[in-house]
Each structure stands twice: as C-alpha cells, then as structure tokens.
C-alpha cells in the first residue's frame, strides 16, 4: 500500500541540522534550528533544570498516569509566568488550559479545537510565519490566510499594511500573532503597536491566537509578554500556545501549554473539557516529565531566581553575538548596511538577502541557514563570526 506515498523533501528547518552533520568542511557553521548554543556550539542543560532533575528523582514515586490535563502545578505557574498572577481571568477563574507535548502540540490541539467551534474558520498568519505553522494549523483543516508584516526590501515590520489587512478580518476569525522574538524575522511589535492591533480586534472581533515560545529571549521574561497581557486584559477572547523548549531549554522534552482566556468560568469549564478531549483523541495525556521539572523549577523560589538568571545569560549573550556580527560585518566592508539585526528580538534575524545568496553561503562556505534567510543569532560565536562575516561580503 505504500507504494502511493511520494518521497518527500528534507523539512525545511529540522532538515537543516542533518545537511550540516553531513558536511565534512571542518569550518562549517550552524545557523539552522532555533536551538540556544554556548561560546562551544554547545546546548547544555540548564543548572535549574538539572537540579530539578535531582529532586524530581528523589521524589517521584509512581509512573502512574497522570490526570488528563496534564501537571497543574505547571499549568499554573506556565499561565502565572505569561500572564502575571494577579491577572483578572486567573482570579475569576476564566482560563482553560493543559500541558501539551511542545508548543507545536500544543498549537495542534488549538487548532483541532477551533475546527470544532467552526469548520470554515480562517485562521491569519504573518507573512512570513514560522514554516511549521502552516501544517500544524492548515493540517487541522482550518483555512490560513495571510496578512503583511515584514518588508524585507527595508527590513521593519510594514504595520500600516498589517493593520489595513487586519482591519477586513471578519468577526470570530482567528489571528496568530507573536508574542515576543517574531519566528523567522526577529521583528517584534512596540507597545504602540500592541494597542493598535488591541483596538482592531476590538472593532472586528477577531480573536488573537498568541504563540509564545521565546518568552525571555527578547527584552526580558515580563517585558516579553506585554501584548499577550494587554490583550488578555482586555478581550474577552484569547488563544495561547506557548513552549518551554527554548527558555528552559527543555527541547527534547516537548513541554507546551494550550490555553484559553474565556469569557466566563462556564465557557472556561466547556472548553477546558473540549481541549482535554481533543488531546485524548490525538495522544490521550501529555507526557509528565519537562512540565513537572518546569513546577518544581517555578514553585520553588531559589530555583526560579536561578533560572530566571540563566534566562537573562542567554538573553544578553545573544543580544551581543548580534551586535559582534553588525561590527564585524561594518570592519570587513560589507556593502549591505546590517545594522537592523542590533533592532530585532530573540533568536532569529531575517538578514534580508537572496534565496541565492542564501543557497551560495550553504554550498559554498557552509553556513546553514533557513532559506527565507532566517539565521539562529546563538549559532554564532568568537571562534566563527570572522568567518562568518567573509562568507556574507563574499555572497552580497
Ligand atoms: C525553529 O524554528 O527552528 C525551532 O522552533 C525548531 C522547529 O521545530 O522548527
């Protein structure tokens, strides 16, 4: 029966990391898969985590399953941590939500979900989005539709054409918005912005749907979440997926949130009853182990202020790798001024150049990139950024 399937391309970012394994040049470089590295290229495992580790061994008594919805203990500090825990939906007991394998299983069961509410919902997504969105919420079987926001010939966010397009989404459709460190470009709303795109969907009706996965990475842990708060505070409607691969570096251990902010503790109880159906469909319960560590990590204050240390390590190392990068770039006389990498957030940056040159600096200096030209800032190191920056000037 197999015989029907055709072959299928390499994925366009995990496909990445096997190309680069595959090449033999001692220099190569890995600036594929958002994946945080040290000055060694390494991905170590956070103190925090290894110490929540300890404990979690010490105390785990049973391999039991867990209930439904995941760990609560994480549950709770994951939607304290994003949305601040005196927040209004949080104390009057508005909030559906339950752990996820990854955000990615997490932005699955979401979009399953809203194929239930309205099969012909259209969901928007920025042009361009993270790749993987497209099959994780299309593949539900929900329409995607595209709206404007990164002008590449400029490299800034084209927010009045944002807004002329978000200003025609019909009522009850569903917008996908970053929460922080925009995945592929870097490029993240101001406040200003936030309250606009708050006052749109307050005329159209539309519900933002927040993927949050770099929490930490862009200005700082609450610094990053204040779209998703405004918006939460004041719709009555809100969708979030977020991940704890990146900022607790808990990768491989798929820890994801699904939440919904709802009108009402009864809309809060049905839909925490639909979502925790639609997983038992898919995967049944999520697998405990990241979201416990997450718990014990969150609701033990020292641990929190260690990891919340470490966030902020990542944070500014890679806030200097970008501007090590734009000096070393300026120093080797690069006839494209790169300075707007210094401007945007988190672990990505759009460097606005060709799918040739993007295919040129991959066959031929082996530099791994994404195609859209999306690089991982925290691939780059002292030992590398020179010839980094040669291979860049040789391509422009
Ligand atoms: C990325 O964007 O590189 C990461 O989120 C990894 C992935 O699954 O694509």
Not at 11 to 37: C, E, F, M, R
Request: with cysteine.
């Amino acid at each position: 029966m197999f015989e029907v399937l055709p072959q299928l391309p390499a994925d366009p970012i995990l496909g990445l990391s096997a190309a680069y394994k595959q090449d033999t040049n001692p220099h190569k470089i890995d600036l594929g898969v958002g994946v945080y590295k040290d000055e060694q290229g390494r991905t170590p495992i956070l103190q925090a985590v290894q110490k929540a580790q300890q404990i979690l061994l010490a105390n785990e008594d049973s391999k039991t399953y867990i209930t439904q919805q995941g760990v609560q203990g994480y549950i709770d500090g994951m939607l304290s941590l994003i949305l601040g825990a005196g927040h209004p939906a949080l104390l009057e007991n508005r909030v559906s939500g339950v752990q996820a394998p990854g955000g990615c299983g997490a932005l699955r069961i979401l979009a399953e979900l809203l194929t239930r509410c309205d099969k012909d919902l259209t969901v928007w997504v920025s042009d361009p989005t993270w790749a993987n969105h497209i099959p994780l919420i299309g593949n539900a079987g929900l329409t995607i539709k595209t709206y404007p926001y990164f002008d590449k010939a400029n490299a800034c966010i084209k927010f009045d054409q944002m807004t002329d397009c978000l200003s025609q989404v019909k009522k009850g459709d569903v917008v996908l918005l970053h929460g922080c460190c925009h995945n592929p470009t870097g490029a993240d709303l101001t406040h200003e912005q936030w309250q606009t795109v708050l006052e749109i969907a307050q005329q159209t009706g539309f519900v933002p749907f927040i993927d949050i996965a770099y929490q930490g990475f862009g200005d700082g842990l609450e610094e990053d979440v204040y779209g998703v708060r405004l918006l939460a505070a004041n719709l009555p409607e809100v969708i979030i997926a977020a991940s704890c691969s990146k900022n607790f570096g808990l990768y491989r251990e798929r820890v994801g949130l699904a939440a919904m902010i709802t009108p009402n503790t009864q809309t809060r109880d049905i839909t925490q009853s639909q979502i925790q159906n639609v997983a038992r469909g898919i995967y049944s319960m999520p697998p405990s182990y990241g979201g416990a560590l997450v718990d014990i990590i969150l609701n033990d204050p020292e641990l929190k202020s260690l990891w919340m240390s470490e966030v902020t390590d990542m944070r500014v190392r890679m806030q200097s790798l970008r501007a090590m990068l734009v000096n070393k770039l300026v120093e080797k006389g690069a006839s494209k001024d790169f300075s707007f990498v210094n401007q945007q957030k988190g672990m990505f940056s759009f460097l606005c150049i060709s799918p040739e040159q993007v295919d040129k600096l991959i066959n031929e200096h082996s530099v791994y990139l994404v195609g859209s030209s999306r690089v991982n800032i925290a691939g780059i190191s002292n030992q590398n950024v020179d010839a980094l920056a040669d291979a860049l000037v040789a391509v422009l």
